[in-house]
């Protein structure tokens, strides 16, 4: 994901002036959604496959089957009306509907942290993930947020790759998306330095990648950086967090092979 607001997404395949992502079970095989793009321009920054970028214009699942899927489309589209989210503050229901569409190939989540001598954070991601053709690795981050500009400066985070049981305190740290850390200290759980870099990181990650930023651009509500691994440390077995939409899991288990949840 490139941004929210409007929904783009970056990828190291220029496929043409419009296409479409299809998101197939790797169970069963079957298409279980689409979500049909646009492009919008290419970035002209690396050798091969350098990012283009597309914007969403519609996009659908079948997970449900009708009319189960209008019905939670319906309940979905309340919730958000009634409790918005961050995310569903900023976007507009239908393009909400296409984010969950993209979430069908499960999201890692990340804490990702920054280090200066004047600024410190650890805040949860899930809008990364490598742009293979290009050997880039892109974030969209909330422009809002309290590190953009310090991340845009320092050019270097380090990302923790955090087991599943660590959910709720990675849902605890989205506060550090407006409020920067105080100290390494205050965190509720043992950080230790990264390989090279030597930026604080979470203990007990099944692995730190370090990353060199190269680029940052504003795309609408967000801030899309585009860097390279520059160190790649395995440290544990175990199950990472993803997100992945409630009808996915659905549909999974009536094919008797859920996610496991966390
Ligand atoms: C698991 C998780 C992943 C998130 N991933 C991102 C992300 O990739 N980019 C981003 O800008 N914000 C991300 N956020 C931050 C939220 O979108 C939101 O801005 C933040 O939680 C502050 O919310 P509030 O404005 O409701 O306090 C993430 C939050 C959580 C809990």
Same mark, same amino acid.
């Given at each position: 994901?490139?941004?929210?607001?409007?929904?783009?997404?970056?990828?190291?395949?220029?496929?043409?002036?419009?296409?479409?992502?299809?998101?197939?079970?790797?169970?069963?095989?079957?298409?279980?959604?689409? *979500? =049909?793009? $646009?492009?919008?321009?290419?970035?002209?920054?690396? @050798?091969? /496959?350098?990012?283009? +970028?597309?914007?969403?214009? #519609?996009?659908?699942?079948?997970?449900?089957?009708?009319?189960?899927?209008?019905?939670?489309?319906?309940?979905?589209?309340?919730?958000?009306?009634?409790?918005?989210?961050?995310?569903?503050?900023?976007?507009?229901?239908?393009?909400?509907?296409?984010?969950?569409?993209?979430?069908?190939?499960?999201?890692?989540?990340?804490?990702?942290?920054?280090?200066?001598?004047?600024?410190?954070?650890?805040?949860?991601?899930?809008?990364?993930?490598?742009?293979?053709?290009?050997?880039?690795?892109?974030?969209? *981050? =909330?422009? $809002?947020?309290?590190?953009?500009?310090?991340?845009? @400066?320092? /050019?270097?985070?380090? +990302?923790?790759?955090?087991? #599943?049981?660590?959910?709720?305190?990675?849902?605890?740290?989205?506060?550090?998306?407006?409020?920067?850390?105080?100290?390494?200290?205050?965190?509720?759980?043992?950080?230790?330095?990264?390989?090279?870099?030597?930026?604080?990181?979470?203990?007990?990650?099944?692995?730190?990648?370090?990353?060199?930023?190269?680029?940052?651009?504003?795309?609408?509500?967000?801030?899309?950086?585009?860097?390279?691994?520059?160190?790649?440390?395995?440290?544990?077995?175990?199950?990472?967090?993803?997100?992945?939409?409630?009808?996915?899991? $659905?549909?999974?288990?009536?094919?008797?092979?859920?996610?496991?949840?966390?």
């Amino acid at each position: 994901m490139a941004s929210l607001k409007p929904l783009v997404i970056a990828t190291s395949i220029d496929a043409g002036q419009r296409t479409a992502i299809e998101y197939c079970d790797k169970l069963t095989g079957k298409r279980v959604g689409s *979500l =049909r793009l $646009t492009r919008m321009v290419s970035l002209g920054i690396a @050798e091969h /496959g350098s990012p283009t +970028l597309y914007r969403v214009t #519609a996009g659908e699942h079948h997970c449900l089957g009708w009319p189960r899927s209008a019905w939670n489309r319906w309940l979905q589209n309340r919730l958000m009306q009634r409790q918005p989210s961050a995310h569903h503050a900023l976007m507009a229901p239908v393009a909400v509907q296409q984010l969950m569409v993209a979430y069908l190939c499960p999201r890692p989540v990340v804490l990702v942290s920054i280090d200066t001598p004047h600024h410190r954070n650890m805040f949860p991601m899930d809008l990364i993930g490598p742009l293979s053709r290009s050997g880039l690795y892109s974030l969209a *981050l =909330r422009s $809002t947020n309290v590190s953009a500009q310090i991340m845009r @400066e320092t /050019g270097r985070v380090a +990302l923790s790759c955090i087991p #599943a049981d660590m959910k709720p305190m990675a849902y605890k740290l989205s506060e550090h998306h407006k409020v920067p850390l105080k100290d390494w200290d205050a965190l509720p759980f043992p950080v230790r330095l990264s390989l090279e870099l030597g930026i604080p990181a979470v203990a007990s990650a099944l692995c730190v990648h370090e990353l060199t930023l190269l680029h940052s651009q504003e795309i609408g509500s967000h801030t899309f950086f585009l860097g390279r691994i520059f160190s790649d440390e395995p440290l544990a077995h175990g199950d990472q967090l993803h997100h992945t939409p409630g009808y996915y899991q $659905t549909y999974r288990r009536r094919q008797e092979m859920p996610f496991a949840e966390a």
